[in-house]
């Protein structure tokens, strides 16, 4: 059920396009629904079809395409690192790699203590400033050394709630 908040919000997002264009709205309930959950699941991607009138595997398909809509828990901070060929040729891999062994996860992973997911990315666009990485699909970090990417760590740990 779609509280009475969200219908606001998502009736927001709706009127901004022409009455048989609904759907277009798709991404922006995608992200209300996941900024009030802090994920999006099945049963909120069916919400978000019926209320767009949408085949229910036509908001799936773009849940699952963007991977900035989550599609289970994530930890307070979400880490993707770009791993795409330019990033990689400018060791976009051993940032995800020395991540991995800092946080002592596996790409795709929560700490347990669930301040950390780590994930890969696709292209960010910031090529020449490998290796990169987004912070909660908000935040873009360049030349992410091991050095500087202990410091993001620490950083973040020290963030109070």
């Known amino acids: 059920m779609i509280s009475e908040a969200t219908r606001t919000l998502f009736d927001r997002e709706v009127a901004k ?3 048989e ?7 922006a309930c995608l992200a209300i629904v996941q900024k009030e959950h802090g994920w999006v699941s099945r049963d909120s991607e069916n919400l978000v079809a019926e209320y767009l009138g949408m ?3 036509a ?3 773009v ?3 963007y991977n900035m809509y989550n599609q289970r828990p994530v930890g307070k901070y979400k880490l993707n690192v770009c791993t795409n060929l330019p990033c990689q040729l400018r060791d976009g891999a051993k940032a995800l790699h020395h991540l ?3 946080l002592g996860i596996k790409m795709g992973e929560t700490t347990g203590d669930g301040m950390f997911t780590l994930q ?3 292209c960010l666009g910031a090529c020449a400033d490998s290796p990169v990485m987004l912070v909660n699909d908000l935040t873009m970090c360049s030349f992410m050394s091991n050095d500087k ?3 993001l760590i620490e950083g973040l740990k020290g963030v109070q709630a």
């Open 120 to 122: 890969q990315s696709e």
């Open 59 to 61: 908001v799936h398909e």
């Open 55 to 57: 085949p229910p595997i």
């Open 63 to 65: 849940t699952t395409f």
């Open 149 to 151: 990417l202990d410091q």
């Open 100 to 102: 991995e062994q800092r």
């Open 17 to 19: 396009y022409p009455p």
């Open 21 to 27: 264009q609904k759907q277009s709205a798709v991404m």
